[in-house]
């Protein structure tokens, strides 16, 4: 569609999956999409938004093995990006000298990493283990503003975007005022456990 928007639907959901007899189970895939581009804001939301939120993309169709199974295989050879790599101008480059791995190391001796607290030569040795670190995307809650507990079961949401959208919504409908709910972090959200 590009920057053109869609006349008719906007939102399409896969409630079932079949193929004869085989229903196959769907997972969301997400994907990081401009909120900008979906969704009418002013200047001051779009410069106060994210960028790029994770967004339901497609999903993706699952089945025993048994449904896989056919009766005709054909092998096929598909191609769909062509790459040309230009080696004409590396003959106009100048020539660079290579730097040995023995030089390499006889420079690094002394210098700053090697002898600090931190480098790798005062680890040697110490079985010291690499820390890691799990990052986990930030998920947004529509909330009564009196209590700041979710509005209903269905509040709870993966994206800001999306969370803003059910908020609309239900301002739309009637089913609230825009005064008695917002969208807020899940971790600000009264009762909310953060993974």
Known sequence: ?????PADAKLFRIESATSGSVTFTTETLREEFAPAQFFDMDNAAKLARKSFEKMPAGAELRAGASA????RIIRRV?????????TLY??????RTALTTTLF????????SALSAKGAGSKAGTGAEINSARVVQESYVVVNTASLSAFDTRSRWASETEA?????????????????IQVVPSFEAAGEVTP
Do not use: C, M
Request: proline share 2%; net charge positive; hydrophobic share 40%.
């Open 1 to 5: 569609f590009g920057a053109k928007k």
């Open 68 to 71: 896989w199974n056919s009766s």
């Open 78 to 86: 598909v191609s769909y990006e062509r790459i040309i790599i230009d």
């Open 90 to 95: 590396r003959r106009f480059q100048p020539a």
């Open 105 to 112: 190391d006889v420079l690094l001796v002394g210098n700053a």
């Open 164 to 180: 803003r959208a059910y908020h609309d919504t239900l301002v739309r409908n009637g089913s609230v005022s825009a005064a008695d």
